[in-house]
């Protein structure tokens, strides 16, 4: 649409509303325009980030996301349809498909990527502020660190159940999260999707908090304070203040994430009954050439971003990177030896 270029008629009307907002304004809204901002997962806060973000304006967002759209994503992954689910898109490609018929006029950099340490420097760098749309504390904890030694502002957001968390870090000026939670705690104590479920009225409030606190920090306003707590089923909420802790690693400048060797090749995902498997690097892996190979032990399909290959009752799902999810199973080790057997190592 060639009327669409920012500050014509059309972007002016496009963004009425929030430019009367006192707090944003024209100036704010230019600010916004020239902005590049990271969501890092494009799952329930994700896409009601990005979401919300788009139709604001942000003139640039780089996604990232290591999975693809399932069915019972939909209830509260809002940029996602049946189709997406149907055709087992990666989530960046999903969402950036309908971002782009949102907004035509802002740029999107849709990153189908597993963040670990060895890339989330490259992944982050340049952007000016990064939101918190993951689902585990170690990635959280990584984006920390990452955050922190790039002196990147970011938004931290969770939510479980009915419960939702909120905070804003200042690379060394406010609280980070290692000064609120200062390591992650050993598998099976803290509760998860599993156990807890999650409804989609608290991502959604928490991923609208994320994105107003966007807002606020790139038309150059102060960052909220202290952490949210909410709970959306027994109507409660409360801001409570923090301290930055005088032996946090991480606003001491060491980066344990950042630096600490990669201990686990496979991890079993959230909710999924799957295990992810990430070889050390990255490779380029042909999908039609490995289609044409598994067609011969099973069955095979490949739309193009990803193959799934369904044997003996587990399915595994390929991305060109080499990076795997086994489903129908949580048993790490029979994941990699179907990884072994059918991808190679
Ligand atoms: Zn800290």
Known sequence: MPNMIPGSEAQNERYAKQVLFRGIGAEGQRALGTATVAIVGLGALGTVIADTLCRAGVGTLRLIDRDFVELSNLQRQTLFTEADAQE???????????????????????????????????????????????????????????????????????????????????PHETPCLRCLIAD?????????????????????????????????????????????????????????????????????GTYDYLTGERTTFTTSMCGRNAVQISPAEERQISLEALEARLARAGEVTNNGFLLSFVVDGAELVLFPTGRAIVKGTTDEALARTLYARYVGT
């Open 184 to 252: 992650v705690p050993p598998p099976g104590v803290m509760p998860t999707c599993d156990s807890e479920g999650v409804l989609a009225p608290v991502t959604g409030i928490i991923g609208s908090w994320e994105a107003a606190e966007a807002l606020r920090l790139l038309s150059g306003q102060p960052p909220r304070e202290g952490v949210l707590l909410l709970d959306v089923w027994h109507g409660e909420t409360r801001v409570v203040e923090l301290d930055r802790r005088a032996d946090c690693p991480a606003c001491g």
């Open 88 to 170: 087992r898109l990666p989530k960046v490609v999903a969402a950036a498909r309908r971002l782009a018929e949102i907004n035509s006029t802002i740029a999107l950099e849709p990153l189908t990527r597993d963040l670990h340490a060895g890339n989330i420097l490259e992944t982050l760098q340049g952007a000016d502020l990064v939101l918190d749309g993951t689902d585990n504390l170690e990635t959280r904890l990584l984006v920390n660190d990452a955050c922190l030694k790039l002196g990147i502002p970011w938004v931290y957001g969770a939510a479980l159940g009915a419960q939702g968390n909120a905070m804003t870090i200042i």
